[in-house]
Each structure stands twice: as C-alpha cells, then as structure tokens.
C-alpha cells in the first residue's frame, strides 16, 4: 500500500462511521478506533453507576440494629448461603456462556434483571416496616429471618445474573483496548459523584441524626429517624437501578462477535485453570477478599460517630482525582497492565501502616488514643486521601482492564471467548474467603465486645471493641494487601506480550465477524 493510499486508509478508520469499514481497514492500519458512540458512552456511564447506586454500605447497620438479626443465626446463614453462592454462580454462567442471540450473549440479562432487582430491594429495606415493632426487637424471631433469608437468596442470584453478564460484556462493546480505557476512563470518574450520591445522602442523615442536628421528638426517636432514613432511601436506588438497567438494555451493543460455536462449559472450566497468568490473577484477586469484615466505614461509624468523616477528609483530595483517569492510557502506553495493577492496589493500602500507629501510640491530653477521637485523626486521613485519590482512577481502570486483559488472552490462546466462565471462577475463588469472612465476622464482633444496639442508641462502644475495630479497618487491610499481590510476580502478561496479542486478535476479529455476517446473509 502506498503512502497515500494508507493515509487515506487511516482517515476513513478513524473518522467513519460503518463498522463493516473500520473492520477491514483496521487490518491494515492497527488504528484503534473510537466506536462507543456519544449516547452510549453516557448510557454506560450510569449502567456502571447503577452497580454502586445503592444504600449497601448501610446493611450492616440495618441487619444489626434496625432489622435486629441475632449474630449467630447471621453466621448460620452465610454458611448456608456461600454454598449457594457457588452453586448459583455455576449454573448461571454456564447458561449465559451457551447463550447466543441476535442481541448478544449478554444485553438479554441485562433487560430480564432489571424488574426483579428493583421488586426484591424494595421488599428488603422494608422489612422492617412488614413486621410488627414487637417482632422487629425479638432477635429470634423466626419468620422476620426467614424472609429476610429468602430476599437475600433472592437478591443474590438476579445480582449475579447482572455480575456475570456485566463482566463479560465490558470485553465486548469495543474490540479496541484504547477505546475501552477511555471509556472506563470517563465512566468510572463520573461515578465517583453518581453512583456514590445516595450513600452520602444516607451518610450524611445519620450523622445529622446521630449528633443531634436533626432533633429527636418523643413520638419520632433517633431510632425511628435511622430506620425510615433506610426505609426509604433503600427502596428509591433499587427503583431507580432497575430502570436504568432496562433502558441500558435498549442501547447496548456488543462488537466483539463470539465464535459461532459455544464452547463446552468443561472446556472453558479447563482452559480458565490451566492458564498461568489468569490462575495467578484469580489467587492474587482471592487473597485479596480476606478480611474481617470490619472497614473504616465502621471505625468513623462506630468510634467517632461520624459516617461522613472519609467525606470531609476527603475534600483536600479532590484536586487529585482525575490524575489518575486523564492519564491511564498513557500510563498504559508505556507499562503493563499488571504493574499498572499491583501497584495502585498495594501502595494505598499499604499506607494504612503509619496510619494506624499514629492512632494507637499517641494519645491527647485526656489520655485517649488519638485514633478515639476526630481532631487528632483529621490530618492523617486527609494525607491518606490524597494518596488514595491519586492512584484511584488507576486502580479503578486497571481492576477492569486486567480481567479484560484474562478475557482477551483466553480468546488469543484457544479461538473462544469465555467471559461468564472466567467471571464465575474468578468469583468463585473470591466469594469462598468472603463467604468465609462473612461466617466469621459475627463471631469477631461477639469476640471483641461489639455492641449491636449501641450506635443506635447513641453509646460508645466498649474500650476493648474500639481498638480491635481501628486494627481491623487499617492494619489488617494493609497487611493483607501486600499479601495478595505476591502471586502477581507469575501473571506474565508484560507490555510487549499484551501488544502483540492485540495486534493478532485485531485480525482475528475480523474473520470472525466477516464469517457471522456471511451466515446471517
């Protein structure tokens, strides 16, 4: 091809509009082309959002203290319900990796999820308002635990049919990975606003509430304001998700074309487990999902009082934001998705270290730990913002992008795409520790003294829980952390193995796309 010719070849690629056209000339130019139009860069964006557009961070408070589930019939059910949880996860992706329409393989879960989602959140926050104020305060009372039981069954298998069918998906709206770290780019900083308005709406409400400046009534306790705060709010995201779930569902497109047989869900088991760098990327994910389920939310919650302590900390840290979303493709250009990866994941958390011996060493003039008390606590987490904003946009995209980076290398060592099947092991090896966590963490609190009523009824918590909760949300995390990435230094998928599979899959794509619209002709 002469110069003329290719340049000219490069123009129509880049600024066309037939998609049959960009596929032919891609072949011969390797441009990465833009292909998420304007609207469904938008459409996508609060798709996204609607995964984080909830009240969730808020259900351990309802569960406890509001709904008032015993601690050891919770531990029972997450045993019963990790067991599920596997199963469940095996038999749906196995159905949407068969799945082949003239829609896609995924955008049908997309639309038949979004109702269901909607009904069965709305019935979970208001269980407290079903049963009666006598029922609500017996901690054993059976038929309060058997719904609540039912709905979270329920909830948890239309939510991975959404998972599953969301993590294949985002491999296929653009076969050019510049294009999807835009798009990832662009969507995932938006969200830091969208998707995470209703939890600080409802953060915001509690401490309002918990600190006097919306008064208690002797008709309308602090108590009662908690519970309707949850009430409503709940059921106005789930409503609100399900509709932008739908409406996505009528935009969607999946350019990515599947091969024209389904492979065996054996084989794709096979394949996922018997491939080093995504069998090093699932164990790193799984080490990762230890905790004890105590986080800083519930350390400004349950020791200072304030939910939305993180938020004003934070605000010194918004300048820092975008760094890393504006400059992820660049970075790209230059390194690794995995050490793009591992670093944003480790270094933060790891940050967590002089954080906690700061709050436990020193103490105030009143013989109390620093970590007990705001002021004290203010500047350490406002420098630990600023770092944590300053690679979250990395972290964020390269989260994505690596498990993307594990869709598109299965397609380049064996012809399929297994998108459901490498989301489900992957989940699956992620979900046995939280499934694990879950169990043990009502039996931690119980442990450390942790008080179920207190928050609600205004009362610190006991000396012992406090310090056992500031170790748990800090040094555990940051230990465990640096823990999981050691399993990374064997993902071997480096710069220049990740550009030349790209180039190939280009090729291949094409083939693959001419031979669907053959067919379908």
Request: proline share 4%; hydrophobic share 40%.
């Amino acid at each position: 091809m002469s110069e003329l010719d290719k340049q000219t070849a490069i123009e129509i690629a880049e600024h066309g509009s037939d998609e049959e056209v960009a596929r032919r000339l891609q072949r011969l130019t390797g441009v990465d082309r833009r292909v998420v139009s304007r609207k469904e860069t938008i459409g996508y964006m609060f798709f996204d959002g609607s995964s984080g557009f909830n009240i969730d961070s808020q259900k351990e408070l309802f569960v406890d203290s509001i709904l008032q589930i015993d601690l050891n019939k919770q531990s029972l059910y997450n045993i019963f319900a990790g067991i599920w949880d596997v199963v469940d996860d095996i038999v749906i992706g196995g159905i949407i990796e068969k799945t082949r329409t003239r829609w896609g393989k995924f955008v049908p879960y997309f639309f038949f999820t979004g109702i269901p989602f909607a009904v069965i959140v709305s019935l979970y926050w208001l269980l407290p308002v079903l049963f009666s104020q006598e029922h609500v305060n017996n901690f054993n009372y059976i038929p309060k635990f058997i719904a609540y039981v039912v709905l979270e069954m329920l909830l948890e298998t239309v939510s991975n049919f959404k998972s599953v069918a969301t993590s294949g998906y985002l491999s296929t709206i653009t076969p050019y990975p510049s294009d999807r770290r835009r798009l990832l780019a662009v969507t995932k900083y938006c969200n830091l606003f969208y998707a995470g308005l209703p939890n600080t709406i409802i953060e915001f409400l509690l401490d309002f509430i918990t600190n006097g400046l919306i008064k208690a009534k002797p008709n309308r306790t602090s108590a009662d304001m908690i519970k309707w705060s949850l009430v409503i709010l709940g059921p106005f995201t789930g409503i609100v998700t399900g509709i932008v779930v739908m409406w996505y569902s009528t935009i969607a497109k999946e350019r990515v074309h599947q091969s024209v047989d389904a492979p065996r869900v054996i084989d794709s088991l096979r394949v996922v487990f018997t491939n080093k760098p995504l069998l090093m990327y699932m164990i790193s994910n799984a080490l990762g999902s230890f905790s004890t389920g105590i986080n800083t939310n519930n350390y400004y919650r349950w020791v200072l009082f304030m939910t939305t302590f993180e938020t004003f900390a934070g605000i010194p840290s918004v300048p820092f934001q975008p760094i890393g979303y504006a400059k992820y493709n660049k970075l790209a250009s230059k390194h690794s998705t995995k050490a793009l990866y591992m670093l944003s994941h480790t270094f933060p958390k790891a940050c967590y270290i002089p954080v906690f011996l700061y709050g436990l060493l020193f103490k105030d003039g009143d013989g109390k730990h620093f970590f007990q008390s705001r002021i004290p606590m203010l500047p350490v987490t406002m420098i630990w913002e600023i770092i944590y904003a300053s690679f979250q946009g990395i972290n964020n995209i390269s989260t994505d992008e690596i498990r993307n980076e594990c869709n598109d290398y299965i397609e380049w060592k064996t012809g399929y795409r297994n998108e459901a099947t490498l989301s489900v092991a992957s989940t699956i090896l992620c979900k046995i520790p939280v499934r694990i966590n879950n169990v043990i963490t009502p039996k931690l609190k119980q442990w450390i003294g942790y008080d179920q009523l207190a928050y609600k009824e205004l009362r610190a918590q006991p000396e012992r829980a406090q310090k056992w909760i500031f170790a748990m949300s800090t040094l555990f995390p940051a230990f465990l952390a640096i823990l999981s990435m050691v399993p990374m230094f064997g993902y071997k998928i480096d710069k220049k193995m990740r550009d030349s599979m790209y180039t190939e899959l280009n090729q291949r794509r094409s083939a693959i796309a001419e031979e669907i619209g053959e067919i379908e002709s």
